[in-house]
Nanobody, 119 residues
Framework: QVQLVESGGGLVQAGGSLRLSCAASGRTFSRYDMAWFRQAPGKEREFVAVITRSGGTISSADSVKGRFTISRDNAKNTVYLQMNSLKPEDTAVYYC????????????WGQGTQVTVSS
């Protein structure tokens, strides 16, 4: 079982930066692929970025490429999302999620952290 807790959200002006963190409980963090999703008001949840258990493979949505960077520190059981050049359309609740591999769904989710970008 993995418990995930996000932090680092807040209010920022357009063009600014934020770094989100997701701390995982347990001693098996390094077994999981980790991802970030987001959900804006009135919209469906969408994929933002994923990083494999070793950190060797990273993928991100086209809408955030070049602006957002996902990383992880297995020694600290934490995954990060560095968000630069933020836009008002990045406003959403951001969730981290964990899965054992790409053949199974994300089985563990955090409670989310709000990111609001003002114009």
């Amino acid at each position: 079982q993995v418990q995930l807790v996000e932090s680092g959200g807040g209010l920022v002006q357009a063009g600014g930066s934020l770094r989100l963190s997701c701390a995982a409980s347990g001693r098996t963090f390094s077994r999981y692929d980790m991802a970030w999703f987001r959900q804006a008001p009135g919209k469906e949840r969408e994929f933002v970025a994923v990083i494999t258990r070793s950190g060797g493979t990273i993928s991100s949505a086209d809408s955030v490429k070049g602006r957002f960077t996902i990383s992880r520190d297995n020694a600290k059981n934490t995954v990060y999302l560095q968000m630069n050049s933020l836009k008002p359309e990045d406003t959403a609740v951001y969730y981290c999620a964990a899965r054992l591999n790409s053949f199974v769904p994300y089985g563990y989710w955090g409670q989310g952290t709000q990111v609001t970008v003002s114009s």
